[in-house]
T-cell receptor, first 112, second 118 residues
Framework: SQQGEEDPQALSIQEGENATMNCSYK?????LQWYRQNSGRGLVHLIL?????REKHSGRLRVTLDTSKKSSSLLITASRAADTASYFC????????????FGTGTRLQVTL | GAVVSQHPSRVICKSGTSVKIECRSLDFQATTMFWYRQFPKQSLMLMATSNEGSKATYEQGVEKDKFLINHASLTLSTLTVTSAHPEDSSFYIC??????????????FGPGTRLTVL
């Protein structure tokens, strides 16, 4: 079953703007991960945040996690056309031996 | 490092035939590999967890006799779609965890296999 729901489903911004995507989930987790997928391609791991962490940075990426609200956000700053892709959150639910459950995804379009 | 390959990248087959998809970890050993299915513009759905040397664990609703999984070595898992039908057309993606990186929860994903059943 789908663990996470993401919003917005689609986001269109101009190059240089920031993009924020949100993910909500339903059960207790060990960690939450964000992935990028270019059209028709495999997934690229972006960042992992553990359940005891609240914020994490990696380059132009900033991820927050609020376990009380069961939600996470991914912020991409100073977006580039190359950031155009689908972004998925995935939760590693507690007690599931590292099985990942993916959210519905956000399709990001960055235009020049 | 941490490269996962899949073969073939694309396959077209006739209804009723069987198709085998390979997932290989190229530069690490994988105790566990996962198989996912993704329909167009949808998210990934976990089909099964494949452990080397033991039977795969299938998610609810996934037919184990239709989707045969074999994990014969620490670097290779195969998914065979038996008696394929057009509704099996999908993007199949595998992922693998590194045996030596038990301290991390990262999975490494293959590039996917596009299956089209005519």
């Amino acid at each position: 079953s789908q663990q996470g729901e993401e919003d917005p489903q689609a986001l269109s911004i101009q190059e240089g703007e920031n993009a924020t995507m949100n993910c909500s989930y339903k059960t207790s987790i060990n960690n939450l991960q964000w992935y990028r997928q270019n059209s028709g391609r495999g997934l690229v791991h972006l960042i992992l945040i553990r359940s005891n962490e609240r914020e994490k940075h990696s380059g132009r990426l900033r991820v927050t996690l609020d376990t009380s609200k069961k939600s996470s956000s991914l912020l991409i700053t100073a977006s580039r056309a190359a950031d155009t892709a689908s972004y998925f959150c995935a939760t590693d639910r507690a007690g599931t031996a590292s099985k990942l459950t993916f959210g519905t995804g956000t399709r990001l379009q960055v235009t020049l | 490092g941490a490269v996962v390959s899949q073969h073939p990248s694309r396959v077209i087959c006739k209804s009723g035939t069987s198709v085998k998809i390979e997932c290989r970890s190229l530069d690490f050993q994988a105790t566990t590999m996962f198989w996912y299915r993704q329909f167009p513009k949808q998210s990934l759905m976990l089909m099964a967890t494949s452990n080397e040397g033991s039977k795969a664990t299938y998610e609810q609703g996934v037919e184990k006799d239709k989707f045969l999984i074999n994990h014969a070595s620490l670097t290779l898992s195969t998914l065979t779609v038996t008696s394929a039908h057009p509704e099996d057309s999908s993007f199949y993606i595998c992922s693998a965890r590194n045996l030596l990186q038990t301290f991390t929860d990262t999975q490494y994903f293959g590039p996917g296999t596009r299956l089209t059943v005519l």
